[in-house]
């Protein structure tokens, strides 16, 4: 009787043992030491996190930051004949950023799965700290756009951002992980307009604080440029401790161990598949990519739509008064996202929640136009709710799409996935503005339309974007990953 008791608890260690003698780690393979990390670590990895989280959020500033005062820059530059047509120029203005992106992101994905996720990282922030800063101090319209189209060129932060969030966490810690990065970056999204719409134009806004003709006089959008570019630099610092998580294992290391057929979680990869061939990747990347478009538009026409006069429909905001409204959203993202996203994903996952997201959204664009007839309180309160649910759920759809595509691929591909996701989605968001900007002006001159009039045609058509959207989140478009099967 004594043996039954003797041989019992003989398994209990068994799994343990097995788990060690599964992995094998490369010495001086900073993606083996990631993982030899995750494998020891009892919480989530809070610290990457943090840094990542920094990154993320002074990557993102600069992109949106230009909207509040986009619409007086122009003005200032002097291009538009008329100001029905400032629209027009704000929208290729607003563009520019993305086509730079779209043309290099595919390129700094490839770099950042040949020599590491951080050094992208780190060479995105220099681009920032140095174009960013010339874009406030353009005097002329191509400067402006010269500077943008850089600025998004040499920007390849997302690709790698996105692999990175996923490789530092553990399995069951990966929403966690995307999360973070889509916070910081809708934050970002939200601030930047918010630094924009508070320090553009200082001279006007602070007579008492910046004289006329100081530098940020004759300069009057170089002060929000440079704030920004002052935290790039402070982010640039933190990069010092962020760890590389890419697997760099010597060839001739690897030659030899081929017959010990490693196992480690993230080197033993399945054999590589071209990534256009991979369609649960590349459908939840032209998901995104509507979504994406969406949401580019709707920065631009929000910001345009609430600083035009009401007589075309507006309401007749200043940059300080869309600066608010976004802050406020703002801050509503970052509790969404700190109490509510995670434990909505256990719940519901990444599709459904992303498909919940899309669909609430619809009924708040379309009140939007409606709100031009109201003011004081009653205009506020409505505005203020409308802006923070809207930001809460556009950020809830990326998420989703983001952890699909990352989830698709092996380590190996996840910078070329993500380069490829960023290089289309720059694409639409580069279409985005300028047909955002084209159709505003549009609509500015039809008021007395009998069909949709004036704004309420702009706020439609983002409406039809989120329906497309919508419908691309079900079967037979969307293929899910494995890894949510």
């Known amino acids: 009787m004594a043996e039954p008791a003797s041989s019992s608890p003989a398994p209990a260690p068994e799994p343990a043992e097995k788990k060690k003698a599964a992995y094998q780690y490369?010495?001086?393979?900073?993606?083996?030491?990631?993982?030899?990390?995750?494998?020891?670590?009892?919480g989530a990895p809070y610290r990457e996190l943090f840094f990542v989280g920094i990154t993320t959020f002074a990557s993102a500033l600069p992109i949106t930051s230009l909207f509040p005062f986009l619409y007086f820059m122009i003005q200032d530059l002097h291009v538009a004949q008329r100001e029905e047509d400032i629209g027009f120029y704000a929208g290729f203005l607003g563009a520019s950023y993305m086509v730079g992106r779209g043309f290099a992101s595919i390129f700094w994905g490839m770099v950042a799965d040949r020599i590491g996720r951080k050094p992208v990282i780190m060479i995105s922030i220099v681009s920032i700290i140095i174009f960013n800063t010339l874009f406030g101090l353009s005097v002329k319209y191509w400067m402006a756009i010269a500077t943008r189209f850089l600025l998004g060129a040499l920007?390849?932060?997302?690709?790698?951002?996105?692999?990175?969030?996923?490789?530092?966490?553990?399995?069951?810690?990966?929403?966690?992980?995307?999360?973070?990065?889509?916070?910081?970056?809708?934050?970002?999204?939200?601030?930047?307009?918010?630094?924009?719409?508070?320090?553009?134009?200082?001279?006007?806004?602070?007579?008492?604080?910046?004289?006329?003709?100081?530098?940020?006089?004759?300069?009057?959008?170089?002060?929000?440029?440079?704030?920004?570019?002052?935290?790039?630099?402070?982010?640039?610092?933190?990069?010092?401790?962020?760890?590389?998580?890419?697997?760099?294992?010597?060839?001739?290391?690897?030659?030899?161990?081929?017959?010990?057929?490693?196992?480690?979680?993230?080197?033993?990869?399945?054999?590589?598949?071209?990534?256009?061939?991979?369609?649960?990747?590349?459908?939840?990347?032209i998901t995104y990519c509507v979504f994406s478009l969406h949401d580019t538009a709707y920065s631009e026409i929000f910001s345009l739509w609430t600083v035009s006069d009401r007589k075309y429909g507006g309401l007749s905001f200043s940059s300080k008064d869309v600066g608010q409204v976004l802050t406020v959203a703002g801050a509503s993202l970052l509790v969404y996202q700190i109490f509510a996203y995670r434990w909505l994903d256990k719940i519901f996952g990444p599709i459904n929640l992303t498909r919940t997201a899309s669909a609430l959204s619809i009924p708040i664009i379309a009140a939007y136009p409606f709100m031009t007839h109201l003011s004081g309180i009653r205009l506020g309160v409505p505005l203020y709710i409308a802006a923070m649910f809207k930001s809460c759920l556009a950020i809830t759809r990326v998420s989703g799409t983001s952890l699909l595509q990352n989830n698709a691929v092996p380590q190996g591909q996840r910078g070329a996935a993500n380069g490829i996701a960023t290089t289309m989605m720059s694409l639409f968001k580069a279409f985005a503005p300028a047909a955002a900007g084209i159709i505003f002006s549009w609509a500015q001159k039809r008021q007395r339309a009998a069909f949709f009039p004036g704004d309420q045609m702009v706020f439609l058509l983002l409406n039809c974007t989120e329906v497309l959207g919508l419908l691309l989140t079900f079967k037979p478009f969307l293929a899910v990953p494995e890894h949510y099967k």
């Not at 999204?189 to 001279?203: K, M, N, R, S, V």
Request: hydrophobic share 35%.
């Open 155 to 285: 920007n390849g932060f997302l690709a790698p951002v996105k692999a990175y969030c996923i490789e530092v966490c553990r399995d069951d810690q990966q929403a966690l992980g995307m999360s973070t990065v889509n916070t910081a970056w809708g934050i970002g999204l939200i601030i930047g307009p918010a630094i924009g719409g508070y320090l553009a134009q200082p001279a006007k806004q602070y007579p008492h604080i910046f004289h006329e003709k100081s530098t940020f006089g004759r300069f009057p959008f170089l002060l929000p440029c440079l704030c920004i570019s002052v935290f790039a630099t402070f982010a640039l610092i933190t990069c010092i401790w962020l760890p590389e998580s890419l697997h760099k294992h010597n060839k001739l290391q690897k030659g030899v161990e081929t017959a010990q057929a490693s196992t480690s979680p993230e080197s033993a990869d399945p054999p590589k598949k071209s990534l256009l061939k991979n369609w649960p990747l590349m459908s939840s990347i």
């Open 26 to 42: 490369h010495e001086g393979c900073p993606g083996c030491a990631m993982e030899r990390r995750k494998e020891n670590r009892k």
